[in-house]
């Protein structure tokens, strides 16, 4: 296992602000991560998953402890289960292409995700009507505070809308995926985007063809992880009671909303556009981005004040506007 000291956080992580890392461990395989345990106990100092880094907001002052980056590789098919295997490091899109490859249904919604395979279970990636847990068998996890790898069905994961156990249980470290994918699943296209391609002539019959079109589509309405630093997402979309919604609607008639489970889903987007206007509004070196304001960006010499301040701004006023509370996705590792 290779540590390497004094690493800046903006290098690991895609919002690219933070100060410093004190250690970075290298970790391609089990044993390396038991090993950055033990890293981080000899020298008494604290530790946190780090994947790809594109969902986390990293301190201005930097952490003194040890971030394990998570670089586990592989992609194999499970022949008792039926599963396609990943190792935790191995980047999320790069699956998707596989499952394409291989003709396989279930994850071509998700594809150009940024991340992880081990993140992709955190917070329950989602996207045009498709989440990682319709897909998620097991996750073979390292506890931290018994040293062993347990097997998790999707039932000890209580996976919800961006939710997931992992996101409290930090002492679950999270090695391998398996995704049970369909030989003969077919097309989820509701999604305006997706049926306005599919309007439009684009072919939306195989996984590899969803996921390329997907793909498109993100690449127009997302910013350029080359270009901006960016998080993507970073609050959720609000999910409020239907008696909210009722005096929501009264007040802005227009105001798109999708029925789930747990109430009426509002797009995030549409109130930071049509009720606040806030799209492309701007703090310091951060601001929403042009083309889907859901998404703050940031521009060299920003820090994680600026997103802090833009993002407090932002969900103040939309509790004023709406009286809505809501919800970051993005995550603070310290
Ligand atoms: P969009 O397609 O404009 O949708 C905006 C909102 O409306 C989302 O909350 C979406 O729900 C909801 N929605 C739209 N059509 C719907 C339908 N037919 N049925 C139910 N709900 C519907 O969103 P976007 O900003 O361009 O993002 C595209 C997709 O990528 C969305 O699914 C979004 O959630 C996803 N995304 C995920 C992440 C992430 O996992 N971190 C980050 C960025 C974007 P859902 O949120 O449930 O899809």
Redo the contacts with the bound molecule.
């Keep these: 296992m290779l540590v390497r000291e004094n690493i800046p956080l903006s290098r690991l992580t895609t919002f690219k602000v933070g100060g410093t890392a004190r250690y970075v461990a290298e970790c391609a395989s089990v044993s390396d991560v038991k090993d950055a345990l033990a890293f981080a106990a000899e020298k008494g100092v604290s530790w946190a998953v780090l994947g790809e880094g594109s969902?986390v907001l990293a301190p201005d002052e930097g952490y003194s402890g040890l971030i394990l980056h998570m670089r586990i590789p592989g992609i194999e098919h499970d022949s008792e289960t039926g599963a396609l295997v990943a190792g935790a490091g191995v980047i999320w899109d790069q699956l998707v292409t596989q499952a394409g490859l291989r003709g396989l249904w279930g994850i071509e919604?998700?594809a150009g995700?940024p991340?992880t395979v081990g993140a992709a279970p955190v917070?329950?990636?989602?996207?045009?009507?498709?989440?990682l847990k319709d897909t998620f068998l097991y996750a073979d996890v390292l506890d931290a505070h018994t040293g062993t790898v347990e097997r998790l069905i999707k039932e000890d994961c209580a996976f919800g809308?961006?939710e997931s156990m992992f996101k409290r249980e930090r002492n679950l470290i999270i090695l391998s995926v398996a995704l049970l994918l369909a030989e003969d699943g077919g097309p989820k296209i509701?999604?305006?985007?997706l049926q306005a391609r599919k309007d439009a002539g684009a072919p939306l019959t195989t996984p590899r063809e969803i996921a390329a079109v997907v793909r498109d589509?993100?690449s127009y309405?997302?910013p350029d992880l080359s270009v901006y630093g960016t998080a993507?997402?970073f609050f959720?979309?609000p999910v409020i009671s239907k008696e909210a919604f009722a005096l929501l609607k009264e007040r802005f008639p227009e105001i798109?909303n999708?029925?789930?489970e747990k109430g009426i889903?509002?797009?995030?987007?549409?109130i930071l556009d049509h009720v606040l206007n806030l799209r492309s509004y701007r703090m310091n070196h951060a601001s929403l981005f042009e083309r889907?304001p859901?998404?703050l960006v940031t521009e060299d010499g920003a820090t994680r004040n600026d997103v802090e301040q833009l993002a407090t701004y932002v969900k103040e006023e939309v509790l004023r506007a709406t009286n809505i509370s809501i919800e970051r996705?993005v995550q603070s590792f310290a």
């Design positions: 969902n919604n998700l995700i991340g917070q329950n990636i989602g996207a045009y009507g498709s989440e809308y961006r509701s999604y305006k985007d589509v993100r309405k997302f993507g997402s959720k979309n798109p999708f029925e789930t889903k509002i797009p995030l987007a549409w889907q859901l998404v996705e």
